[in-house]
């Protein structure tokens, strides 16, 4: 089914006041490719969230959504897992994110046609119904920049990501009119202040469709940057050329400019460290928006990343890793090896902690993890998180 133009006044009407806003919320991707026991760990604190997103639906190039069959058991894990948390937590919602960073593939090509889109919106839907979900999150990483796939990336795609959001905004608004509810639209953007990263992005007409859009307030710096900082930091890295644009607060202040209301923005927090190699210690010893070139922590499986629970038992304490937090970031978190010229950024309870009281000042919708299977076996991010957000 196509969905008509006609609808949309009505669309934008229902979308423009957004869900309604009842405190902060606590939201996180769930993967379908962390371990069976990480996976475990996480669904036991399932109830403990107020959406869990599954990750991802993926699209054919004729527009279909379908779940890759490596994925699919796992997402029936998920669903089991759901179905247990909404025993302690029957206002537990679900969502399924579109897209990712390696499915993308096709979402320029689909979003780009009329027939393509609507099926595309119409079988996504029919995969959030399945699932007894609230809402679909579209991650398409990311228009006119290509992100993955910069092969298929044009400028046109800037139009086409509204021209999708519209026609999946109708599809949800035609199955709740059937369904007697009202079923959210929300998106994952990079959580920049401006510049390059969101250059694909119309945040202007996104803001009268989306009712939360997911900041990707995270990867502010890694393997690609030029320069050491903090991965996800709340304020700039001190003394860092970019971080004017890539820091938390910039982020957030760049998408209220744009029209955003603070109840539709949460801000992405990381359960994963960032590591850069080839890093000076600089003239405070600490490596610091010194040169950087490549990974760091190249022996791990992901060359640059490890889990927060890896982190600590690894790396946090161990010879070799001097410890250091810049407060003017926002009490950030980062270790230096000076023998290895390693720095390594993460998010830790007392950095998390800053970040809720700066999500409740703020008035924000919430903070988003990416995500909640690297946490460490006391689920200690996950409660600095739960604990503050209060």
């Known amino acids: 089914m196509r969905h008509s133009a006609r609808a949309l006044?009505?669309?934008l009407a229902l979308c423009s006041a957004g869900l309604a806003h009842a405190g902060p919320k606590l939201v996180s991707y769930l993967p379908t490719w962390q371990s069976e026991q990480d996976r475990a760990r996480a669904a036991a604190v399932l109830a403990e969230l107020d959406i869990g997103i599954y990750s991802f639906i993926e699209v054919r190039p004729d527009g279909t959504a379908f779940i890759a069959d490596g994925a699919l058991p796992v997402a029936q894990t998920w669903k089991k897992a759901f179905a247990a948390a909404r025993q302690r937590n029957p206002a537990l919602d679900c969502h399924w994110a579109i897209g990712g960073w390696t499915g993308s593939?096709?979402?320029?090509k689909v979003a780009g046609n009329e027939t393509t889109r609507a099926r595309l919106?119409?079988?996504?839907?029919?995969?959030?119904?399945d699932y007894r979900c609230q809402g679909l999150d579209l991650d398409w990483e990311h228009p006119v920049t290509g992100g993955n796939y910069p092969?298929?990336?044009a400028?046109?795609?800037r139009d086409n990501y509204i021209k999708l959001l519209e026609t999946l905004r109708a599809a949800l608004d035609q199955a709740g009119t059937a369904d007697g509810r009202k079923y959210a639209l929300t998106a994952a953007i990079p959580g920049v202040a401006g510049g390059w990263g969101v250059s694909g992005y119309d945040l202007k007409r996104a803001a009268k469709l989306l009712d939360r859009v997911n900041l990707m307030s995270y990867d502010?710096?890694?393997a690609w940057s030029p320069r050491a900082g903090l991965h996800a930091a709340l304020h700039p890295t001190p003394g860092e050329p970019d971080s004017s644009v890539l820091n938390g607060d910039g982020g957030v202040k760049h998408f209220l400019a744009q029209g955003f209301k603070p109840a539709q923005l949460v801000l992405g927090v990381p359960f994963y460290a960032r590591a850069q190699g080839n890093v000076e210690p600089g003239p405070n010893g600490d490596g610091l928006a010194q040169p950087a070139k490549g990974p760091g922590l190249t022996h791990y499986p992901e060359p640059g990343t490890v889990q927060y629970a890896l982190l600590r038992k690894d790396l946090i304490g161990q010879p070799g890793w001097k410890a250091f937090r810049s407060q003017a970031a926002g009490d950030a978190p980062y270790l230096y090896n000076a023998a290895t010229k390693e720095l390594v950024s993460y998010d830790d309870p007392q950095s998390l902690k800053v970040k809720a009281q700066y999500i409740k000042a703020q008035q924000l919708g919430g903070a988003m993890i990416w995500e909640f299977t690297q946490d460490d076996a006391a689920h200690s991010l996950l409660r600095a998180l739960k604990d503050n957000l209060k």
Request: charge should be negative.
């Open 9 to 11: 006044p009505l669309v």
């Open 155 to 157: 400028a046109a795609d």
């Open 151 to 153: 092969d298929d990336a």
């Open 105 to 108: 593939r096709h979402l320029a």
């Open 121 to 129: 919106a119409d079988t996504a839907v029919a995969i959030m119904r």
């Open 220 to 222: 502010y710096y890694g």
